[in-house]
């Protein structure tokens, strides 16, 4: 008998994956036309690899011929600032294409995984609504509460360099030390986004238009330019005790594993969706498993969303005011891993995160 998935996102992909190799037999029901169409083409960062993007799709169980990009240069925008740094010399955090079809979504993270996992015999019914009584493994993304969301648009500019990103920190377009971005896309286009927290995202369209308005470094950019494609989302992360019901294994954001902090949850769904094809396999816990693997990453995106939401704009500044003009500098690295005094205050804030979110309902 098949094992059934619910939901052909990076979640979902990765566990069929990983159970076809093993040779069992995998029906995946996804409720859009194909795999991908969740997204227009956009880019989208991994970020907590902590090794090179090959090594890290090896150790997934994941063979298929996924693109990076990266972008060594980054210009950084507080609301008080503006800086450029030369990230080349550092680890810098790769990027996907997300989507499908189309020319960029040919070469997306999902279109890699699909193809991947239909040649490995997982069949597919796309257009097909199913229900979680009906599935195994449930990877349908983002349930319940948003607890952030994005809005992109995807703008005709071929002057922004290429190579180049930009990420603005400024609680008039983000409150609450939340952010936005533009990135090259391609040639001749950028995206641009603007993620919010829960209590603004009923804002976000207009937050984004007043940024493109206001905000120089922005409108110089996509100002007047002409808009190709929109996309949006939200997400929804939480803290689970448990990411099984009865027998059912929920991977990726429908178990809420996503990351409270910068609302970055594909390395989260990837790590999951082959915890699952795992334990399924073998037999091993899976809550134990995802615990050791990823739990203390959860809890320390929760103790940054803390901080952030605490002192918003003051907390940007202060971190990027050790960086000037022209800096070389390597914005992927953090804070020793293994320093325990590090790690206890981090569990502190994530315990105080915690406590916050059962009493306020949001991160
Ligand atoms: C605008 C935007 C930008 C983002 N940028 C980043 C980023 O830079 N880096 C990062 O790490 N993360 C980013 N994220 C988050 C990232 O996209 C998600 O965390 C990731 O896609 C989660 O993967 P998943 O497999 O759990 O769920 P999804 O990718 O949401 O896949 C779930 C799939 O299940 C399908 N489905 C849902 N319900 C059913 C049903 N009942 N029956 C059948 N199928 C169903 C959906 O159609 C979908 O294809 C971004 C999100 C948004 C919205």
Redesign the pocket.
């Known amino acids: 008998m098949a094992i059934k998935i619910?939901?052909?996102?990076?979640?979902?992909l990765c566990a069929a994956i990983n159970l076809c190799r093993a040779g069992k037999n995998v029906l995946v029901?996804?409720?859009?036309a194909g795999?991908g169409?969740?997204?227009c083409p956009?880019l989208?960062?991994?970020?907590y690899l902590y090794m090179p993007p090959e090594e890290f799709m090896q150790k997934m169980g994941v063979e298929a011929k996924v693109e990076f990009a990266y972008f060594p240069r980054a210009i950084i925008c507080t609301r008080k600032r503006k800086v450029e740094l030369d990230c080349s010399g550092g680890s810098l955090m790769p990027f996907v294409v997300?989507g499908a079809g189309g020319e960029l979504g040919k070469h997306s993270l999902d279109s890699a995984l699909f193809s991947e996992a239909e040649k490995l015999g997982a069949q597919f019914e796309f257009n097909?609504?199913?229900?979680e009584s009906d599935a195994d493994i449930i990877?349908?993304?983002?349930r319940g509460e948003p607890h952030s969301a994005?809005l992109?648009g995807v703008f005709e500019n071929s002057d922004f360099p290429r190579g180049c990103q930009l990420v603005m920190f400024d609680d008039r377009y983000s409150p609450r030390g939340w952010y936005s971005y533009i990135l090259p896309v391609g040639n001749d286009r950028v995206e641009f986004?603007t993620c919010v927290s829960k209590p603004y995202i009923p804002q976000l369209a207009q937050l984004h238009a007043k940024a493109m308005k206001e905000r120089k470094e922005i409108a110089d950019v996509v100002g007047g330019r002409k808009k190709i494609a929109s996309?949006?989302?939200?997400?929804s992360a939480r803290m689970p005790k448990s990411a099984r019901i009865g027998k059912k294994y929920f991977?990726?954001?429908?178990a809420g594993f996503?990351d409270p902090y910068m609302?970055?949850?594909?390395?989260?769904?990837l790590r999951s969706g082959h915890l699952a094809a795992k334990s399924l396999l073998g037999g091993s816990d899976y809550d134990a498993l995802w615990r050791r693997e990823f739990g203390y990453y959860l809890r320390k995106d929760a103790a940054y969303r803390l901080v952030m939401e605490t002192l918003g704009d003051a907390a940007a500044e202060l971190m990027m005011s050790k960086y000037h003009d022209g800096q070389r500098a390597d914005l992927s690295s953090t804070l020793p891993e293994k320093n325990a005094a590090y790690r206890a205050i981090v569990e502190g804030f994530a315990l105080l995160a915690r406590v916050k979110r059962k009493i306020s309902g949001r991160w």
């Open positions: 619910l939901g052909a996102g990076p979640a979902g029901y996804e409720r859009r795999a169409l969740r997204f956009n989208q960062g991994l970020r997300r097909s609504r199913a229900s990877a349908s993304g983002s994005a992109g986004v996309f949006a989302g939200s997400a991977v990726g954001e429908a996503q609302g970055f949850g594909i390395a989260y769904a």
